[in-house]
T-cell receptor, first 115, second 118 residues
Framework: AQSVAQPEDQVNVAEGNPLTVKCTYSVSGNPYLFWYVQYPNRGLQFLLK??????LVKGSYGFEAEFNKSQTSFHLKKPSALVSDSALYFC?????????????FGKGTKLSVKP | ETGVTQTPRHLVMGMTNKKSLKCEQH?????MYWYKQSAKKPLELMFV???????ENNSVPSRFSPECPNSSHLFLHLHTLQPEDSALYLCASSQDHYGDGGRGYEQYFGPGTRLTVT
């Protein structure tokens, strides 16, 4: 079955330190992968995507993600965390085959950045 | 979030009420979506409309009834809901649901309607 997993419910980081939010996926064929962020009482906001090409994808607010085909991972990274980065982060994969076009989302990882 | 708007932002309804959620996208997109977000559960896709045609009904109970009168508007009609239907209902849109030439179009979300069923 096609799926996406975020193994960490919460990630705690000190401001100024690098952060990583993990995501692994299982999908038939070439994966289309996405990261979204959700601030309290708001909808999901698109951060970045991997479709093809360079394995390192850069997105909004200084975030980047690295696609690793052999490890079926698409971890979100930022070199220096800000307190304002504290939010809920979702990884998503676009389905192929019969449900092509649908996105399935991971359960989300809460990022907490402390001053 | 101004690209996709949702009204109302908050709704409290009894189990016998009938209400509707409204979504409008100002992005010129061809596809629209309804999702349900409950605490402690992954985001659940409910319905997909592509070019105003429903292309996905993800085993959603009939007490939820979507309507897409044109490519910019999407409604979710609610009737005889249950308390477990209380959740954040998110609307989203994308340029093209199926993608074009391998481009995976991201979805843009509205702020959601917080629904409480009493």
């Amino acid at each position: 079955a096609q799926s996406v997993a975020q193994p960490e419910d919460q990630v705690n980081v000190a401001e100024g330190n690098p952060l990583t939010v993990k995501c692994t996926y299982s999908v038939s064929g070439n994966p289309y992968l996405f990261w979204y962020v959700q601030y309290p009482n708001r909808g999901l906001q698109f951060l970045l995507k991997y479709i093809t090409g360079d394995n390192l994808v850069k997105g909004s607010y200084g975030f980047e993600a690295e696609f690793n085909k052999s490890q079926t991972s698409f971890h979100l990274k930022k070199p220096s965390a800000l307190v304002s980065d504290s939010a809920l982060y979702f990884c998503a994969v676009r389905l192929t085959g019969g449900s092509q076009g649908n996105l399935i989302f991971g359960k989300g990882t809460k990022l907490s950045v402390k001053p | 979030e101004t690209g996709v708007t949702q009204t109302p932002r908050h709704l409290v309804m009894g189990m016998t009420n009938k209400k509707s959620l409204k979504c409008e996208q100002h992005l010129g997109h061809n596809a629209m979506y309804w999702y349900k977000q409950s605490a402690k559960k992954p985001l659940e896709l409910m319905f997909v409309y592509s070019l105003e045609e429903r292309v996905e009904n993800n085993s959603v109970p009939s007490r939820f009834s979507p309507e897409c009168p044109n490519s910019s508007h999407l409604f979710l009609h609610l009737h005889t809901l249950q308390p477990e239907d209380s959740a954040l209902y998110l609307c989203a849109s994308s340029q093209d649901h199926y993608g074009d030439g391998g481009r995976g179009y991201e979805q843009y979300f509205g702020p959601g309607t917080r629904l409480t069923v009493t």
